[in-house]
């Protein structure tokens, strides 16, 4: 399987995020070729600030697989990754991450500032740009559906 693939099973989750009234942004977690973790963005569907798309993926793979710790993982999401969800890919150990399209207002990946070149024990490699367009068209309709309302 390739990159490609991975982020399109993340956006099919982003849709359905987008469909259920939240920001659509959609993640997978990889261990081994399989999905192992899903997730997207469920904030106003349980009205916690933890549930964003990274996070429900990351819980959904430790609860899979019977470990935090996710050393041999790779994590695919929709979105550059927000401080919140940068810190916990740091504390679950994941070494790769890939994101679709890039975040100038919350990103820690890049947009804003980059938490994965601080001097943490572990510093995930970071590959962005896989299907930004589709990524950020996502988005774009989303918010443009809002402002119409």
């Not at 695919?76 to 740091?90: H, R």
Request: glycine letters at 10%.
């Amino acid at each position: 399987m390739d990159h490609e693939f991975y982020m399109a099973q993340a956006l099919a989750l982003a849709k359905e995020a987008a469909a259920a009234g939240e920001v659509p942004v959609g993640c997978v977690i990889v261990v081994g070729g399989e999905i192992v973790g899903r997730g997207r963005n469920r904030r106003e569907e349980k009205q916690e600030v933890f549930s964003h798309a990274e996070m429900e993926a990351i819980t959904d793979a430790n609860h899979r697989l019977g470990s935090w710790r996710l050393e041999d993982a790779s994590l695919y999401v929709t979105l550059e990754p927000c401080p919140m969800c940068a810190g916990a890919i740091l504390n679950a150990r994941i070494p790769k991450v890939f994101y679709g399209a890039r975040d100038e207002v919350m990103g820690a990946c890049g947009g804003v500032l980059n938490l994965f070149m601080e001097n943490f024990p572990v510093r995930p490699a970071l590959v962005g740009g896989i299907l930004a367009e589709e990524c950020r068209a996502v988005l774009r309709e989303f918010f443009a559906g809002l402002r119409k309302d």
